[in-house]
């Protein structure tokens, strides 16, 4: 079934440097979408990227999705402290679904 | 602008009980997804509301119900409550829908920490 799988679950890093993490699906997508977690609070929303797409961007964000390699990554750039949180990927179910998908996230840490 | 409000934020409920969790959408958004988040996990789905009706459901017990009202807002009711309901209960909203069939951008809410003891 489908789940987003992202790698690695644990990353840290020094502050201004770029921190990348990747998600990895199992079936075709239309639309895939990435949050932020900080502890013990809800997902905010980052990048919303389509099939159509191969890259985004927003502010120091940089989406890429590659759909034949079903694999899409998150680069952040010049981290900061405040960057610490957990990463989700979010692909949907697969055709006919509503549902969004989630693996356990990367947990990135920012280290001042 | 108001984001996806939820309420309460916490609470502790004795094995057995019955709760209910609400949500408010995103200004301008008619449909509300539910998500349980364990400890260390990520979200799964519960289920989506969109026209009053439930359009979706992922793999959870009729313990688990809902309702969506007609200014769109919901609620999450989980009745016979076990440990294993302890959890973050986050709220999504979004334009029509989510996921494959529509592909709009779904917002969360803050969520609602439930202690089930």
């Known amino acids: 079934s489908q789940q987003g799988e992202e790698d690695p679950q644990a990353l840290s890093i020094q502050e201004g440097e770029n921190a990348t993490m990747n998600c990895s699906y199992k079936?075709?997508?239309?639309?895939l979408q990435w949050y932020r977690q900080n502890s013990g609070r809800g997902l905010v929303h980052l990048i919303l990227?389509?099939?159509?797409?191969r890259e985004k961007h927003s502010g120091r964000l940089r989406v890429t999705l590659d759909t034949s390699k079903k694999s899409s990554s998150l680069l952040i750039t010049a981290s900061r402290a405040a960057d610490t949180a957990s990463y989700f990927c979010?692909?949907?179910?697969?055709?006919?679904?509503?549902?969004?998908?989630f693996g356990k996230g990367t947990k990135l840490s920012v280290i001042p | 602008d108001a984001g996806v409000t939820q309420s309460p934020t916490h609470l502790i409920k004795t094995r057995g009980q019955q709760v209910t969790l609400r949500c408010s959408p995103k200004s301008g958004h008619d449909t509300v997804s539910w998500y349980q988040q364990a400890l260390g996990q990520g979200p799964q789905f519960i289920f989506q509301y969109y026209e009053e009706e439930e359009r979706q459901r992922g793999n959870f017990p009729d313990r688990f119900s809902g309702h969506q009202f007609p200014n769109y807002s919901s609620e999450l009711n989980v009745n016979a409550l076990l440990l294993g309901d302890s959890a973050l209960y986050l709220c999504?909203?979004?334009?029509?829908?989510?996921?494959?069939?529509?592909?709009?951008?779904?917002?969360f809410g803050e969520g609602s920490w439930l202690t089930v003891v």
């Open positions: 079936t075709s997508i239309n639309n």
């Open positions: 990227i389509r099939s159509n797409e």
């Open positions: 979010a692909p949907p179910a697969g055709a006919g679904s509503y549902q969004l998908t």
């Open positions: 999504a909203s979004s334009l029509r829908g989510s996921g494959q069939r529509s592909g709009n951008t779904i917002y």
